[in-house]
Every structure is written in structure tokens, then in C-alpha cells.
């Protein structure tokens, strides 16, 4: 017979690696920069190098910013340390916006008292005929030097650590591969567009990799959880190439809550330890059972609860059917055909108030088309409904049109004013220069200050379009374009005191009753997370203020994905027509159709996407044994 402790043993080992788990992305790169400079101390006191294996991408940029402020406030020297980059674009010549050693130049070396001779890259530019040879060099480098003391890795969404993509040997060294189409279309943002991007690059092998001291693998985000799950808790496998790490003495995983979220121990904590059931924990919980065992809540039994790990909730609760019927009647609750509250109407158990029956509301949109795209349903019913609603869109989203949609316009004007003979010498300037630049820029170049502006008109006129499709009056609808996104490139700058302010002015302007805005809380560096900052930075300055006490604020997600149905707060059905509406609404942003700058992995356009999420939550809902709808568009109050 198996004892109970044997039982928690083996719950308690679906992780094979150690893990560490922080709240933020920021604290977690805080504390993985506290461990390389101590290294770097610690071999400064035995008069050593400290050799660092380096990462490129978003996912390090902090630490490397933390090294840097080190070194800037701290007294952190470099000059004893030597690093070894994991890989590097081929072809690619070095002065590239897109290669890693401009990267790595830009991120930290500069800014730092490393010998650049001691700061190594493989090349992106070596002649083919001498690739195996550079490779062959760089690990006799790393080699005569005694090895990589620390090894900085993140991990691509197919499980690649370096380039070293699914199919991987654990026993491969630096060496050129072919890049996944995964991988390529991750990159596709950086390169606009994903024709333009090196089908290969050299990598640093698992082995090499495996051969460092001391491993720390990065993750940050949603969309990393499914493959950190893989490569933390699945069996060692060449499909994961970041599973080749379970073999290593000394790695650890260092997440944030979201790239942490389908781990055992996030996902269903009660297979791992003693919980506190709490009613969002127990909610959890029968929402897991009832989809992993295909039933409506109303039907599991108590044999259900005892055959998943869920016994000590019936000895806490009582029997099945009492802890069924509560949380049905829970998330019956969330549904609600009245967005902003229905008027004279018991709202005690509703997810809003009846009162006031007219709510001025302000959504925020990060781009000029999150608004219809995540929450398009619930958009028109406020503005059906009698609602004051005023859109807010946060940036002006210019990097997103391609250059021929932008020059397409440019040439509009100079045939237009030819048409109707409007001598404009400017504007023929303006498509001069134009059409000049756009047969000359390089790869990921910032457009010229003529060309953003072009871009956010097509946008905002896109926006203003969609907004008067809904019913919302010229006047109610705002364009802030924060300052922190017009850098004209992908990378963004940090969020601001005059973004904040811009924010903060509007809604004390407003005095709503309602704030939407994304709550895509897990994209640590997306501009959606830096926009939701500058809500919540806005709203902790002004939170004091009387109109604020009657505020609340729901949270929506972008066009990947939806809240968890157990998080839900607000659900807002909509009928097919209404599906359809939507739809009609999102076609108004012609320059996001058909093919779009930034459209990853999902072949799917947006509408797509949004119609497919919304059913999927409705579908959920129905399998729960609720109304079955066509579709949904799910919130989440958050308390400031």
C-alpha cells in the first residue's frame, strides 16, 4: 500500500529542475544581476577571470541594465571578465541593427570597462567555407580560458536554448544551423518582416552550453508557459532542446508568475501541496475537474473529487453538490448583458453596479485597434446602452503599417492636389523624399519623422472610422500618442512622467465611472504592459481624488489570449449578429488586414482571432454546464 508520504513525494517532484519564481520580470533580472556580480567580485579577489556566457533578446535586457547601473553606481569593474556570446545571425555583417553584436555593444559593452578583446561574438560574416573552423576556434576560446563560469539562457517557444533549434543533439557544439520556422517568425518584428531574416545562424552547442559551471535559464511572459512546463516537468527530449538541462548539476529556471502558470504547482497547487481553500482557490480547483473530467459542475460526484487530489475539500466543504452549486451560481453571476450596470435592477449579485444608470466610461487602447478587437462586444453595448463612453487610444501605432500602405497614401495627396490643381510644393517634397527613402532603408531603419506621421494617420483615421461605426461622437474619442512609444523603432522607451501625466489629465478630465484597459500583465516588454503601466502609475497618483472612489477599473486582454475562466469577474455574451458587428467593426483598420507587419506564428488575421477566443470562452462556459452563447468577451476587475 502506498503511504500518504510516498503519495506527497511524488507530488511534490514534477519540477526536475529548480525553479525560482518572482512576481516581476524586474526583480527576478535584480536578483539573477546580484549573482554575476558577485561572481565577478569573487574572481576579483582571486585575481581570476569571470567568464559569462551571454544571451541576446529582450528576455536579459534588464540584467544587462542592472550590470550597467553596477558599474555606473557601484563600482562594478569588468575589466576581469570574459564573455562569450550563444550565437549570432549568418549572414550578417556586425553593424546590423539586427545583430547580436550591436546588440550586445549597445546593451552593455559600451557601457561598461570590459575589454572589448575579451568580449566574444561568433561572426555572422565568416566565409562559408571557413564556418566550421571559426566554429571549431570559438570552442578551443571558450576551452582555453577553463570554461563558462556562468551561462546566461533564455528559451524560444520551441524549447531552443541558443540557436540550437528542436532536433538538437545533447552532444553538439558550435556549429552553423538552420533556424525553425518558429524561431524565424518570432524575429520576424526585428527584421520587418520575416523574408528578411537569416535562415541560419551559429549557435554554441547543447554540449558547449551544458559544459558552464553555473546555468540560469530567463522566461518571462504567457507565451513562454507552455514551453517552460515542457522543459521543466516532460521527459528529456530532443523536441525540447532546453529539457537537455534536467542533466545539469547546477541550472536553475528563473520565471515570473505568468511564464511559471501551467507548472504543476501554479496550475493545480493542490496536487503538490497543503492549500488554504480560499473561494477563488476552490473555484479554481472545480472549474479543473470539471473540464478534466468533461462534466458540468452539477454532475461531478464526490468520487470525482476524491479519484483528482480534491478529498479535502469535501471534509473542509461537505458533499459534492453543495460545492458544485456555489461556484455554478458564481460564475452564473459573472454573466451579464449590461456591461455598465443595469439599471433598476437588484445588482447584488450582477458583476456591476445599477447606479448611475449613465456611466461615463473611458477605454484605453494601447494601439488604435485593441479597443474593437478585444472588447469590440462590450464597446458597442456601452455605447448602445446610453453610456458616456470615450476611447482612448494610447499610442499612435506607426511602426505597424508596412511602407507601401504609408507610401500609398503619401502618393494620394500628390495625385489628389495634382487633380484638383492645389500647388503644394511641400507636399511634393514629402513624396520626393519619401519615395527616396523607401527604396534605400535597411532592414528594421527607423522611418523618418515624415513617415511615422503618415503611418499614425492611417491609424488614427482607422480608429476615428471604427469609433464612429460604434455610435461614439467625434468628440469623445482621444488620441494621447505617449512619448515613450515615438522612438520610430520597435524598442521602446521605459514609461514616463509625461506619459503619466497625459493619462492621469484625461481621466481626471473625465471622472469616469468605468476605466477598460488591457490587462496584459505577463508581456513584460510589450507595449501593451507599458501602456497598463501607465494606468495604474496614473491612477495610484490621482487614486486619492473623490470621483475616484466610484471608479472601477476592468481589465481586458489583447488578441492572444483570454483570461483564465476561473479569473473571470465580468462575462458579456454576445448573439451572432453581434459577433458579426464586431467583426465589421474590426474591418475598418484596412492597414491591419490581409497580411499585417507583425503577424507572428497565428496565419489567422485579428477578427479571426477575436471571433475564435470569444467562442472559445463561451464554449467553456457551455461545457461548465452554463448558457450556451456564441460568444463572450471576458473582464477582470482590478482593485488599485
Avoid at 505597424?400 to 500602405?405: L, R
Avoid at 461548465?624 to 476587475?637: H, I, K, Q, S
Wanted: charged content about 25%; proline content about 4%.
Amino acid at each position: 500500500m502506498i503511504t500518504e508520504t510516498l503519495i506527497k513525494q511524488q507530488f511534490t517532484s514534477f519540477e526536475k529542475i529548480p525553479v525560482t519564481i518572482f512576481n516581476k520580470a524586474d526583480d527576478a533580472c535584480k536578483s539573477v544581476s546580484n549573482e554575476i556580480a558577485s561572481l565577478i567580485r569573487s574572481k576579483q579577489q582571486q585575481s581570476a577571470h569571470a567568464v559569462l556566457g551571454l544571451a541576446t533578446g529582450s528576455t536579459p535586457l534588464k540584467i544587462y541594465q542592472e550590470l550597467v547601473r553596477m558599474h555606473k553606481e557601484e563600482g562594478l569593474s569588468f575589466k576581469n571578465v570574459i564573455s562569450f556570446n550563444l550565437d549570432e545571425y549568418y549572414p550578417l555583417p556586425p553593424e546590423s541593427l539586427q545583430s547580436y553584436r550591436h546588440f550586445m555593444q549597445e546593451n552593455l559593452f559600451k557601457h561598461i570597462d570590459i575589454d572589448p578583446a575579451n568580449c566574444h561574438i561568433p561572426s555572422g560574416q565568416v566565409g562559408l567555407e571557413n564556418v566550421k573552423q571559426h566554429c571549431e576556434q570559438y570552442e578551443e576560446l571558450i576551452k582555453n580560458v577553463g570554461g563558462i563560469d556562468f551561462q546566461l539562457l533564455g528559451i524560444g517557444r520551441n524549447g531552443h536554448i541558443g540557436f540550437n533549434e528542436p532536433g538538437s543533439h545533447i552532444s553538439s557544439v558550435t556549429r552553423l544551423i538552420t533556424l525553425d520556422k518558429v524561431t524565424r517568425f518570432d524575429a520576424a518584428a526585428e527584421f520587418n518582416g520575416i523574408a528578411n531574416i537569416p535562415r541560419k545562424a551559429i549557435t554554441m552547442g547543447v554540449h558547449t552550453v551544458l559544459n558552464a559551471k553555473r546555468i540560469v535559464l530567463l522566461a518571462w511572459g504567457e507565451r513562454k508557459a507552455e514551453i517552460v512546463k515542457l522543459a521543466v516537468e516532460g521527459p528529456i527530449s530532443d523536441f525540447v532542446p532546453a529539457s537537455y538541462l534536467q542533466t545539469h548539476q547546477n541550472t536553475s529556471f528563473v520565471l515570473d508568475e505568468a511564464a511559471a502558470a501551467l507548472l504543476t504547482r501554479k496550475k493545480t497547487p493542490w496536487l503538490t501541496e497543503d492549500v488554504i481553500w480560499t473561494n477563488q482557490m476552490i473555484k479554481k480547483a472545480v472549474i479543473h475537474l470539471a473540464l478534466s473530467c468533461e462534466k458540468p459542475i452539477l454532475k461531478l460526484t464526490n468520487n470525482d473529487y476524491n479519484e483528482n487530489g480534491l478529498s479535502s475539500l469535501l471534509v473542509l466543504h461537505g458533499n459534492a453538490y453543495d460545492i458544485n452549486i456555489k461556484i455554478f451560481n458564481g460564475l452564473q453571476h459573472t454573466i451579464t448583458g449590461w456591461p455598465g450596470g443595469k439599471p433598476n435592477a437588484d445588482d447584488t449579485y450582477r458583476p456591476e453596479r445599477a447606479e448611475p444608470s449613465r456611466k461615463r466610461v473611458i477605454i484605453f487602447s494601447p494601439h488604435p485597434d485593441d479597443d474593437i478587437i478585444s472588447m469590440g462586444g462590450t464597446f458597442q453595448r456601452l455605447a448602445d446602452q446610453g453610456h458616456d463612453v470615450h476611447v482612448a487610444y494610447q499610442t499612435s501605432g506607426n511602426i505597424a503599417v508596412a511602407d507601401d500602405e504609408a507610401f500609398r497614401f503619401v502618393e494620394f495627396v500628390k495625385d489628389f492636389n495634382i487633380q484638383f490643381k492645389i500647388k503644394s510644393l511641400e507636399a511634393d517634397n514629402i513624396y520626393s523624399r519619401s519615395n527616396v527613402f523607401l527604396k534605400q532603408k535597411k532592414n528594421a531603419e527607423p522611418d523618418t519623422s515624415e513617415l511615422r506621421f503618415v503611418k499614425g494617420l492611417i491609424r488614427k483615421g482607422e480608429a476615428t472610422n471604427t469609433c464612429r461605426f460604434v455610435g461614439i461622437p467625434d468628440e469623445n474619442i482621444h488620441f494621447l500618442n505617449l512619448p515613450f512609444y515615438e522612438t520610430g523603432t520597435i524598442e521602446k522607451k521605459p514609461i514616463g512622467e509625461d506619459d503619466i501625466h497625459i493619462i492621469a489629465s484625461l481621466i481626471q478630465k473625465i471622472k469616469p465611472h468605468q476605466i477598460y484597459a488591457a490587462g496584459d500583465l505577463a508581456d513584460p516588454h510589450g507595449t501593451h504592459k507599458v501602456c497598463l503601466d501607465g494606468i495604474f502609475a496614473a491612477l495610484n497618483r490621482i487614486k486619492q481624488l473623490d470621483f475616484m472612489k466610484e471608479c472601477w477599473l476592468w481589465l481586458y486582454k489583447g488578441a492572444w489570449a483570454e483570461w483564465d475562466i476561473d479569473a473571470i469577474e465580468m462575462a458579456v455574451p454576445m448573439s451572432p449578429e453581434q459577433l458579426l458587428k464586431k467583426r465589421y467593426g474590426i474591418f475598418k483598420h484596412q492597414s491591419q488586414k490581409d497580411g499585417v507587419v507583425f503577424q507572428g506564428t497565428d496565419s489567422r488575421e485579428f477578427w479571426q482571432r477575436a471571433e475564435d477566443r470569444n467562442k472559445a470562452t463561451a464554449e467553456i462556459y457551455n461545457q461548465l454546464g452554463l448558457a450556451e452563447y456564441e460568444a463572450m468577451e471576458a473582464f477582470v476587475r482590478w482593485h488599485y
